[in-house]
């Protein structure tokens, strides 16, 4: 892991604000360079910091969610947690709502320093304490998805004895246990008299890096410490490529290449063009995913002029570092730098490879994109591929992806149909080499087109992940996602939508094929989206580098 997700921000008493978070005006705080997960730290430090000094026991619990939370008090200590809760909320305003809440209870924040309050949550099993937390543009707001869960833990009934037979009653002696309200990710029933460590906090959540100074140390039970098997315990990578249209220098060497250009859209410089969304997909990472351990831009030895590349963790790696025959440089494929990318230098086993219009749109773990036992995860589309040969009428796509379906087919004997989503793609770099291994003329062929052509395949967008499967290393899934191409029509409103939601785990904001008339209009539309969405920069940017 690097040192720039090691520490989180220094502790600073925060500016008050006043908020309005989903239609309701809340009291917030304001925090320069606010994460999500440092929002979640936050609200944690604030419970457990209350529940210290009124003298109540507490343990951290292994939940089900990665962002928010979990502490467990004994159903003894529920007044004694009331007036802590209330007396912190009243110094600085929190809310309070129920996560299991009783009959007609409702679960909606309320102000945590109102009796009214705490007289509809009597009955509740399970509440959240919630402080709302911003950046300075307001813009990023993080609530109550990122609050801290108090669980009232009751004292469990012993077995009776009856329930069991002969010798087995005879020595039943089972020691006082505790009882959890909920479900959580290792047991119900922990012994009441059990013992209380310190735990690294990342073991709390899969949304943070894996190091011992991601999070703070937390107190918990010994049986919350446990290795889980949905546990990641390997590195994940992310490999960028990355080209800027506009430079002088490349429109040159692109003028110079040799190759023809079979399909219209293949030669449109809007393929090309840089409108800083790779400033702005790093911020995604840095916000919803930093996890990541190293991240790659491959490119034709082109730097952004806002990029810190001297930041541990990120490397800027040239074509010629990862072709095989330099000679086939300079290349205007990406289907061509895509097959070269599992020969990057020190890259992890397990990467996620990006174009820079895709952007992570909220805090997800690595379980989006592979499981614990490390196969990767695939985003199959609703599109389909034409059926029969490479005709003049295909798109690059389908003519690379019936160039895979012809290979599959000869191997596997299976017809694959369907496109990716354009989304991030997750990838094993041992799944590529033995594709290369085993295909090595798709590969070479590939990698010598300058320009799209007609015998290429998308070996990253769609060959990998085939393969992956058909070798019992990749499997079929989904992820909450929107495409988003800059020429439709309905453009405004589909920005606004995706901003206004922040729901989608990754989004993809994609040129298409457009006139270039329409290239002003829609930077100006996507330079404001994007920079409302991503207001805190990165550790990546040059500290002059400002936005966009």
Same mark, same amino acid.
Request: aromatic share 10%; net charge negative.
């Given at each position: 892991m690097t ?5 989180l921000?220094?502790t ?8 309005t ?7 917030g ?6 994460t ?5 730290s936050?609200? $944690?430090a604030?419970?457990t910091?209350?529940l ?6 507490w ?5 089900f ?9 004994h ?6 947690v009331?007036?802590?809760l209330?007396?912190?909320? !009243?110094?600085?305003?929190g ?7 009783a009959?007609?209870t @409702?679960?909606?924040?309320a102000?945590?320093d109102?009796p009214? /309050?705490?007289a509809k949550?009597?009955?509740a099993e399970?509440?959240?304490a ?6 300075p %543009? ?6 109550? !998805?990122?609050?801290c869960?108090?669980?009232?833990w ?5 077995p009776e ?5 002969g010798?087995?009653?005879i020595a039943?002696d ?5 009882s ?7 047991a119900r029933?922990? @012994?009441?008299?059990?013992r209380?460590?310190e ?23 010994e049986e919350? /410490?446990?290795?889980? $098997?949905?546990?990641?315990d390997?590195?994940?990578?992310v490999v960028? %490529? ?5 430079d ?17 859209e293949?030669a449109?410089l ?10 702005y ?5 840095h916000l ?5 351990r ?5 490119s034709?030895d082109?730097?952004?002029?806002w ?10 790696v040239?074509h010629?570092e990862?072709?095989?025959d330099p000679?086939?440089? @300079? ?5 061509a730098?895509?097959s ?14 990006f174009n820079?219009d895709m952007f992570?749109?909220?805090?997800v !773990?690595p ?6 036992n490390?196969?990767a995860?695939? $985003? ?10 490479i005709?003049a009428l ?6 690379? %992806?019936?160039?895979n379906?012809?290979l ?6 299976r017809?694959?149909t ?16 033995d594709m290369e291994?085993?295909? @090595?003329d798709?590969?070479?062929?590939t990698?010598?087109a300058r320009?799209?052509s007609?015998?290429?395949?998308n070996?990253a967008s769609n ?8 070798t019992?290393?990749?499997?079929? %899934?989904s992820?909450r ?7 439709a ?31 002003s209009?829609q ?8 920079e409302a969405y991503?207001p805190v920069p990165?550790?990546y940017e040059?500290?002059s580098?400002?936005?966009?």
């Amino acid at each position: 892991m690097t040192d720039v997700h090691d520490a989180l921000p220094a502790t600073v008493e925060p500016e008050c604000c006043e908020l309005t978070h989903r239609l309701h005006p809340v009291t917030g705080y304001i925090h320069p360079g606010l994460t999500p997960l440092q929002a979640r730290s936050e609200n $944690f430090a604030a419970v457990t910091g209350a529940l210290d000094d009124a003298r109540v026991d507490w343990f951290t619990v292994r939940g089900f969610d990665d962002l928010a939370t979990v502490v467990g008090v004994h159903e003894d200590d529920r007044q004694r947690v009331v007036e802590a809760l209330t007396e912190l909320c !009243g110094r600085r305003p929190g809310y309070i709502q129920a996560v299991q809440p009783a009959a007609k209870t @409702p679960g909606a924040p309320a102000r945590g320093d109102d009796p009214k /309050t705490w007289a509809k949550l009597a009955e509740a099993e399970v509440i959240r304490a919630v402080w709302y937390h911003t950046e300075p %543009t307001r813009s990023l707001v993080c609530g109550p !998805g990122y609050g801290c869960d108090i669980e009232f833990w009751s004292t469990a009934e012993p077995p009776e004895a009856d329930d069991f037979e002969g010798a087995q009653a005879i020595a039943l002696d089972v020691p006082e246990q505790l009882s959890a309200p909920r479900a959580n990710r290792v047991a119900r029933l922990i @012994p009441a008299q059990g013992r209380t460590v310190e735990a690294p906090g990342h073991l709390f959540t899969r949304a943070a890096p894996r190091t011992s100074t991601a999070l703070p140390r937390v107190r918990t039970r010994e049986e919350f /410490t446990i290795p889980l $098997f949905e546990d990641f315990d390997f590195p994940v990578d992310v490999v960028y %490529t990355w080209v800027d249209g506009n430079d002088p220098a490349w429109q040159r060497r692109r003028a110079e290449a040799s190759g023809e250009v079979y399909h219209a859209e293949s030669a449109s410089l809007s393929r090309y063009m840089s409108r800083d969304e790779l400033r702005y997909s790093l911020r995604s990472l840095h916000l919803n995913a930093p996890w990541v351990r190293n991240i790659y831009i491959v490119s034709d030895d082109q730097v952004p002029e806002w990029l810190d590349t001297g930041v541990p963790g990120l490397r800027v790696v040239s074509h010629k570092e990862i072709f095989s025959d330099p000679g086939l440089l @300079p290349t205007f494929n990406s289907h061509a730098i895509e097959s070269q990318l599992h020969h990057i230098d020190g890259l992890a086993e397990h990467f996620v490879y990006f174009n820079d219009d895709m952007f992570i749109g909220r805090p997800v !773990g690595p379980q989006l994109f592979f499981m614990s036992n490390g196969n990767a995860r695939y $985003f199959p589309a609703r599109g389909r591929v034409p059926q029969g040969e490479i005709s003049a009428l295909d798109t690059p796509v389908d003519v690379a %992806t019936k160039n895979n379906r012809r290979l599959f087919l000869e191997r596997f004997g299976r017809s694959v149909t369907q496109v990716m989503e354009h989304a991030p793609y997750a990838m094993r770099r041992s799944v590529l080499e033995d594709m290369e291994r085993e295909f @090595p003329d798709a590969f070479r062929g590939t990698a010598a087109a300058r320009f799209r052509s007609l015998s290429d395949h998308n070996i990253a967008s769609n060959m990998v992940h085939y393969y992956g499967y058909f070798t019992g290393r990749a499997v079929s %899934t989904s992820m909450r996602f929107s495409y988003v191409a800059l020429a439709a029509k309905d453009l405004p409103g589909r920005l606004a939508r995706l901003l206004q939601r922040r729901d989608r785990d990754t989004f993809c904001i994609n040129d298409t094929f457009a006139g270039d008339d329409d290239i002003s209009e829609q930077n100006e539309l996507l330079m404001d989206f994007l920079e409302a969405y991503f207001p805190v920069p990165s550790p990546y940017e040059k500290a002059s580098a400002g936005g966009a």
